[in-house]
C-alpha cells in the first residue's frame, strides 16, 4: 500500500467515526435545561419588598405556594364548581402566603391582580372562584392589584384586616346570629 492508500484509509476512518457518533447523538438527545434567574416574576418582587417593609417580622412571607398544598376540595373531581372554574382559569398559585412567624401557621393568602384584568368584574367578591374556594376553606385572601407603588401603611392595614379574626357566628332557627365563647358556653349557671 502507498502512502496515498494510508491516507485515504485515515480519512475514510475519521470520517466513519464521525458519522457513527453523529447516529448515535441523534437516537438519545441531551435533554438541555434552563435556569430561571428569577423565583418571581418583577411584579411579584416589586410587591415581596414591598410587603417586607409593611409588615416587618409580624409575618414570614413564602412565595409562589401551590393552591392544593393549602387547599384541597372535599368533592370529587368534576363536582365542586368553583374548584373546576378555578382550574378552568389556570391559577395554580398563591403569589404570596403570610405565615405568624411563632408557628408558622398561615395567617393569609395573597392574590396578585394584574391591572388589565382588574375591573369590576373582578372586583365583585361572589365572582371569582378563588375568592369563593378561601372563604369555604376559612383562608383569608388579600386581593392586590399590580402597582409600581405600594404604600407601606396602607399594606399594613390590608394585612391588619385580612388576618383578623372575626368570631364565630352560630346561625339559629330564627335566622339570629349569635356569637359563641366556648369558655363560657362550658359555664355551669
Same mark, same amino acid.
Given at each position: 500500500?502507498?502512502?496515498?492508500?494510508?491516507?485515504? =484509509?485515515?480519512? +475514510? $476512518?475519521?470520517? /466513519?467515526? &464521525?458519522?457513527?457518533?453523529?447516529?448515535?447523538? !441523534?437516537?438519545?438527545?441531551?435533554?438541555?435545561?434552563?435556569?430561571?434567574?428569577?423565583?418571581?416574576?418583577?411584579?411579584?418582587?416589586? =410587591?415581596?419588598? +414591598? $410587603?417586607?417593609? /409593611?409588615? &416587618?417580622?409580624?409575618?414570614?412571607?413564602?412565595? !409562589?405556594?401551590?393552591?392544593?398544598?393549602?387547599?384541597?376540595?372535599?368533592?370529587?373531581?368534576?363536582?365542586?364548581?368553583?374548584?373546576?372554574?378555578?382550574?378552568? $382559569?389556570?391559577?395554580?398559585?398563591?403569589?404570596?402566603?403570610?405565615?405568624?412567624?411563632?408557628?408558622?401557621?398561615?395567617?393569609?393568602?395573597?392574590?396578585?391582580?394584574?391591572?388589565?384584568?382588574?375591573?369590576?368584574?373582578?372586583?365583585?367578591?361572589?365572582?371569582?372562584?378563588?375568592?369563593?374556594?378561601?372563604?369555604?376553606?376559612?383562608?383569608?385572601?388579600?386581593?392586590?392589584?399590580?402597582?409600581?407603588?405600594?404604600?407601606?401603611?396602607?399594606?399594613?392595614?390590608?394585612?391588619?384586616?385580612?388576618?383578623?379574626?372575626?368570631?364565630?357566628?352560630?346561625?339559629?332557627?330564627?335566622?339570629?346570629?349569635?356569637?359563641?365563647?366556648?369558655?363560657?358556653?362550658?359555664?355551669?349557671?
Amino acid at each position: 500500500m502507498t502512502d496515498l492508500s494510508w491516507l485515504f =484509509l485515515a480519512i +475514510a $476512518l475519521v470520517l /466513519a467515526l &464521525g458519522l457513527f457518533r453523529l447516529l448515535r447523538a !441523534r437516537k438519545s438527545p441531551r435533554a438541555s435545561y434552563t435556569r430561571q434567574d428569577f423565583l418571581l416574576s418583577a411584579e411579584e418582587r416589586h =410587591l415581596y419588598k +414591598a $410587603l417586607r417593609q /409593611a409588615i &416587618g417580622e409580624d409575618y414570614a412571607i413564602f412565595g !409562589r405556594i401551590r393552591i392544593e398544598d393549602i387547599i384541597l376540595p372535599r368533592s370529587a373531581p368534576g363536582v365542586d364548581a368553583a374548584w373546576d372554574a378555578l382550574e378552568g $382559569l389556570g391559577e395554580t398559585h398563591f403569589p404570596f402566603v403570610l405565615c405568624k412567624l411563632g408557628d408558622l401557621s398561615i395567617a393569609c393568602a395573597i392574590q396578585l391582580i394584574q391591572p388589565r384584568a382588574y375591573s369590576r368584574k373582578a372586583n365583585d367578591p361572589g365572582e371569582h372562584p378563588l375568592k369563593t374556594i378561601c372563604a369555604a376553606a376559612g383562608l383569608p385572601l388579600l386581593k392586590l392589584e399590580a402597582s409600581p407603588f405600594y404604600d407601606r401603611q396602607d399594606l399594613r392595614q390590608a394585612v391588619s384586616a385580612a388576618t383578623r379574626r372575626e368570631p364565630l357566628f352560630i346561625t339559629e332557627a330564627d335566622g339570629r346570629k349569635e356569637p359563641t365563647i366556648a369558655e363560657l358556653e362550658k359555664l355551669e349557671l
